[in-house]
């Protein structure tokens, strides 16, 4: 059996044989975020044995924000890593089996469909659950990465609530950040919005609502080459008009950066077998966690690029594990 490996897109693929007895999975979910662990509470509770492989980022992009306000059933609120650890337990009350591991290459060109784990483990699953997720892209700042959890963050719906009255940050130049920074303009007291063109990306109503808001203040043609403080976000130097004659450093005082430069699906393992769009989610039958493929189902950001929100997604997983649940009695 060979499988081609093509996690990442820089990587060239190279073809890697793999031996060895398969293990046999009824339902296999790829992904430890709400989605995942959604949908392993469902297919446990519903006696599909399921086993998760948690993936890169054990636990998801919420393990890297710091309160969230917004899940349903914490009226005081939970941290990211503390609500993962929640739905983990959840999951494992019912028998679901959480591996370390990642999806190293798929072969869904016929069934039973194959998975390499690690490059060395092959599983076979009757159903497979991908629950991927998204990874936000952030600029690659050494104080970016010192800051995250501390005042940077990629979420405004997650994040903004804490900047209240104080002045942000937002970088980008598409519709996420015009709606990022339209949406903060509601809770803080003032926000720049930091575009390296001389124009938006965003379209044309998006730009209008971020002119016709008072409080954004757009700043075109400027870098971000530092976000400042000691223990917490405190302001930013950016670089206007950079690589030209008038090019000058310009220091902002703010208490929040957000980074909305856009996201990443993580969905390059499967993309020579399932139908993405052109940025790399996957196509779902509307209505459903379907893909193309009878038996393997898409769930949360990685086949929305609209609400990418926790409770979205869990409830995506649901879906997915309902489904896949009726997949296998129809068999
Ligand atoms: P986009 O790819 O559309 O925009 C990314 C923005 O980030 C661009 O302005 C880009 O600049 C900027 N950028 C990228 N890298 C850097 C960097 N290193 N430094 C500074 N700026 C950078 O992503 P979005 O997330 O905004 O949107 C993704 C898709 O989702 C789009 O199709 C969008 O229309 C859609 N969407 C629709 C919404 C709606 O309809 N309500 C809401 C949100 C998203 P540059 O322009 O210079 O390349």
């Excluded at 965003?202 to 209008?208: F, P, Q």
């Excluded at 030209?244 to 993309?271: L, Y």
Aim: hydrophobic share 35%; net charge negative.
């Amino acid at each position: 059996m060979s499988f081609f490996k093509s996690l990442n897109v820089e990587e060239e693929k190279k073809e890697v044989k793999i031996e060895g007895e398969a293990e046999k999975i009824k339902c296999l979910i790829i992904g430890s975020g709400p989605a995942g662990y959604t949908a392993a509470i469902y297919a446990a509770r519903a006696n599909l044995s399921p086993v998760i492989i948690q993936g890169q980022e054990a636990g998801g992009q919420l393990t890297t924000t710091t309160e969230v306000d917004n899940f349903p059933g914490y009226p005081q609120g939970v941290t990211g890593p503390v609500l993962m650890e929640d739905l983990k337990a959840q999951a494992e009350r019912f028998g679901t089996e959480v591996r370390w591991g990642e999806v190293t290459s798929v072969d869904f060109s016929q069934k039973p469909y194959k998975l390499v784990i690690d490059e060395k483990k092959i599983i076979e699953a009757q159903t497979v659950i991908i629950a991927t997720g998204a990874t936000a892209k952030y600029l690659g700042l050494e104080s970016e990465e010192k800051f995250k959890g501390g005042g940077v963050s990629a979420c405004a719906t997650c994040d903004g609530f804490f900047y209240k009255g104080k002045t942000v940050a937002v970088v980008g130049g598409g519709d996420t950040a015009a709606e990022e920074a339209t949406y903060l303009a509601g809770i803080a007291g003032k926000v720049y919005l930091i575009i390296r063109k001389s124009y938006m990306r965003a379209s044309k109503a998006m730009i209008a609502r971020v002119e016709n808001t008072a409080n954004i203040e757009v700043l075109y043609e400027h870098n971000t080459k530092e976000i400042t403080g000691t223990n917490v976000v405190t302001g930013a130097t950016l670089i206007k008009k950079k690589g030209t004659p008038e090019e000058e450093e310009v220091k902002i005082e703010i208490d929040g950066f957000f980074v909305a430069i856009g996201h990443r699906p993580n969905s390059m393992v499967f993309k020579d077998y399932l139908e993405t769009d052109e940025v790399g989610y996957i196509k779902t039958i509307p209505g459903s966690s379907k893909t193309k493929l009878p038996g393997i189902f898409a769930a949360g950001d990685i086949q929305d690029d609209t609400y990418r929100q926790a409770i979205t997604a869990a409830g995506s997983g649901c879906k997915a594990a309902i489904d896949a649940e009726k997949y296998l009695s129809e068999l």
